[in-house]
């Protein structure tokens, strides 16, 4: 590997300037400015890139991810739509280390070639799940340490329009790049998709992709954070605007809920678990809002007798993507592979397309995990 920048900062390229890069990523690099240096963007919207670059004071814009693979950097945050197989793959073998935004990719397959060129390039890997570094949640996993019999856990997301919560970001536009161009994304996209859950039946591609690679993903992989690898997926329901999925952690059954309310801008995504002396429950705003906290409930009680209590607690008002991106920093520095690293981030997709097993052929699948 070369040498990091001469101040201590880590040299880093973006590659993707849409939504999410606006509303967190940017932001937060440019406040971490002890950490990092942006030192070149890449979207195929050139107009975005070039917007994004003079708001934020970046040299150097392309169009091109290889072209920017180019330029003399430490790291690079893959903030694109979509599988970022491809772009992980080859930046490792150039010798950068790799942040990658959810979903890591569209299949095992495509993941496990990420983090075979992350190891052989002796790089780091790290996949952004801000909600396994939001401290509400050390907190809610400490509740449930405590907790001597865990009974059950549920998780309820209610999908709702994002719109309304980032109206108030000045978002920079540019031209779009070529409708060509995104056809024939559209198009590779749907073929990787196809190939992932071998079908092609509209209802179960849309479910993967939009569902659950790009929502419940989260929910997924926090659930792990607190109860390790399922034994099995027992149970899924799909249908057009809702999923359930029921899973076994050992003793611990586990239900997972996701509804789109469309008609009420008001996100929610709990994680519920119940012991019989204790119950927890960790409530996430949307994930659009900069630092508006993460709040942990927990009720107990003296078993037999009416005495019971409850308290409602705010953690941190510091910003979980911020969080993230100060791991990986110190991840690289430090050499201590994030806990969102590129296998725990991996054993994710392995679940999505497992959900869609067992919901196509209608049956159980055991360590839908293991690699």
């Not at 040498?3 to 606006?22: E, H, Y």
């Not at 149970?235 to 509804?259: K, N």
């Not at 949307?286 to 409930?297: A, D, G, Y």
């Amino acid at each position: 590997m070369r040498d990091s920048a001469p101040t201590g900062r880590l040299r880093v390229g973006v590659i993707g300037t849409g939504m999410v890069a606006q509303v967190m990523h940017l932001h937060f690099l440019r406040e971490l400015r002890d950490c990092y240096v942006v030192e070149a963007l890449c979207d195929l919207s050139g107009d975005t890139a070039r917007k994004c670059a003079e708001e934020y004071g970046v040299p150097v814009v392309h169009t091109d991810w290889k072209a920017l693979l180019d330029e003399d950097l430490d790291a690079v945050l893959v903030l694109t739509s979509g599988s970022h197989a491809a772009i992980a793959v080859e930046a490792a073998r150039r010798g950068r280390h790799v942040f990658v935004e959810k979903p890591m990719s569209f299949s095992v397959d495509e993941g496990r070639s990420m983090v075979s060129a992350a190891k052989e390039a002796g790089v780091m890997l790290m996949v952004g799940y801000p909600k396994r570094y939001d401290p509400a949640f050390d907190r809610f996993r400490e509740e449930a340490a405590r907790m001597q019999h865990p009974k059950f856990m549920r998780v309820t997301t209610f999908e709702s329009p994002f719109q309304p919560y980032i109206a108030h970001y000045p978002l920079l536009r540019g031209e779009p790049p070529r409708t060509e161009v995104l056809k024939e994304l559209q198009r590779d996209t749907r073929a990787a998709l196809e190939a992932a859950i071998g079908t092609t039946e509209d209802l179960y591609v849309r479910t993967y992709h939009m569902v659950l690679l790009d929502t419940l993903v989260h929910e997924i992989n926090t659930v792990r954070g607190v109860l390790g690898e399922p034994d099995s997926l027992d149970y899924v329901d799909i249908r057009p605007d809702s999923l359930t999925v029921m899973l076994s952690f050992g003793a611990v059954p586990v239900a997972i809920h996701w509804l789109d309310l469309p008609g009420m801008a008001r996100y929610l995504m709990e994680f519920a678990l119940y012991a019989d002396e204790r119950r927890a429950t960790l409530s996430f705003p949307s994930p659009f809002l900069r630092n508006v906290p993460t709040t942990l409930t927990v009720e107990g009680g003296d078993g037999g007798g009416a005495r019971s209590w409850r308290t409602e607690e705010v953690t941190s008002y510091q910003s979980a993507f911020r969080r993230e991106l100060e791991i990986f920093h110190n991840a690289i520095r430090g050499g201590t592979p994030p806990m969102t690293d590129g296998v725990d981030g991996l054993r994710d997709i392995a679940l999505c397309q497992a959900i869609i097993t067992s919901a196509r052929e209608q049956r159980p699948v055991d360590a839908p995990t293991a690699l």
